[in-house]
């Protein structure tokens, strides 16, 4: 926020529901949140170094949140779309590389039924908002075309046909240490382009079977990955990863509840 509005202090004072148990769809509540502050920010053109407040506002019975400016009045209504994701009511992308993404798809799918959703989840994922993004579908073509777009952007780096049936996820703790392993490519990759805070990194998946499904359940979930033998040093953090993933037949609900969108 500092970096986008280039001021001294940012603010924020939140009037939400926090909900109650496990933390995480707060926190991922929270993330998508900053995008749109951001956003709204972006949006006044924030030139001083003054201090900056906004407030933050959930009506429980709209299911609508308000972020306020209270600098300039300034003001955005976020509404829950699908899979819990925050959606602006009036549309806004912040990169243009997720709208050029979206041509590409919508001109070799005009059958995508949900093309702003993607969109948006697209921005989120060049935003590094959500830890990772996860996007499923059961048509083979749309996962490959969304890849192949998104691989071809510059400074990208991108795993392909990974079949979790007959190649490694992640290596156990019996495993040799130079076992080739998903987890273990995708931290290379991250290393060669910057480290984690800076590499974007896109992973396309194809489950064939169910127990494929359970198998990638660890990787694409929004935790950072350990493993038995890991530091938080070697953790895998996900924020950067965009998993596109194929699923032949029923999808089933344990990645289902990981998805952040199905098209």
Known sequence: LKETTRCDTVTISLDIDC???DTRPLVRYLRMLSFYICALLKQQQHSDTGDIHVSVTQDVNTNLTQITNNQNGGSMQLKY???????AATPCVLDPR?????????????????????????DFYFARTLAPVV??????????????AVARLEGLRVIRNIDPSSYKIMRSLYDASDTPNLRDDILQLQRDGGGQSESLVSIELKCHTNDSQMIIREIIEDTPSMTAFSSE?????????????????????????RASLVI
Do not use: W
């Not at 779309?81 to 959606?87: D, I, P, R, T």
């Not at 997720?98 to 697209?122: C, F, G, Y």
């Not at 953090?237 to 990645?255: A, H, N, Q, S």
């Open 135 to 148: 996007v499923l579908s059961q048509n083979k073509e749309m996962i490959g075309d969304l890849t192949s």
């Open 19 to 21: 909900g109650e148990g």
């Open 98 to 122: 997720a709208s050029d993404i979206m041509v590409e798809m919508q001109k070799n799918h005009p059958d995508l039924t949900n093309p702003s959703d993607l969109r948006q989840i697209l």
């Open 233 to 257: 040093r070697s953790a895998l953090y996900k924020d950067g990863l965009l998993f596109c993933v194929y699923v032949e037949g029923d999808i089933t609900p344990e990645i289902a509840s």
């Open 81 to 87: 779309g699908s899979f819990q994701n925050l959606y």
